[in-house]
């Protein structure tokens, strides 16, 4: 369960997306649905198509907010702080150029 615990609300949103399309689609394709005389049966397997691949989004986001950075801060060493220092300096500069104007 410690693999799950970041991105929860992109794991549950991918979960239910799933679930709902699945559904939707076995529904559309095995149930005779026809309400006056109008099949449904086309709309549901469109519909759950489209909740899974919204769900693929949900998966992508919780599988990237998951993945454990390569190197620590502490790893960097010299070369990390020296990069922090050097953005902020232009961080620095950029805004007190664009709040002094033209």
Do not use: Q
């Amino acid at each position: 369960v410690v693999c799950l615990s970041h991105c929860k609300v992109a794991l549950v949103f991918a979960l239910l997306m799933d679930l709902l399309g699945v559904t939707a689609l076995l529904l559309g394709v095995f149930a005779p649905l026809e309400i006056k005389g109008r099949d449904f049966g086309d709309f549901l397997v469109y519909s759950g198509a489209l909740l899974v691949m919204m769900s693929l989004g949900g998966w992508v986001m919780w599988y990237t907010g998951n993945i454990e950075a390569l190197t620590s801060h502490k790893e960097l060493g010299y070369i990390g702080t020296a990069v922090n220092r050097l953005a902020r300096t232009l961080s620095r500069r950029m805004t007190k150029r664009s709040h002094s104007g033209p």
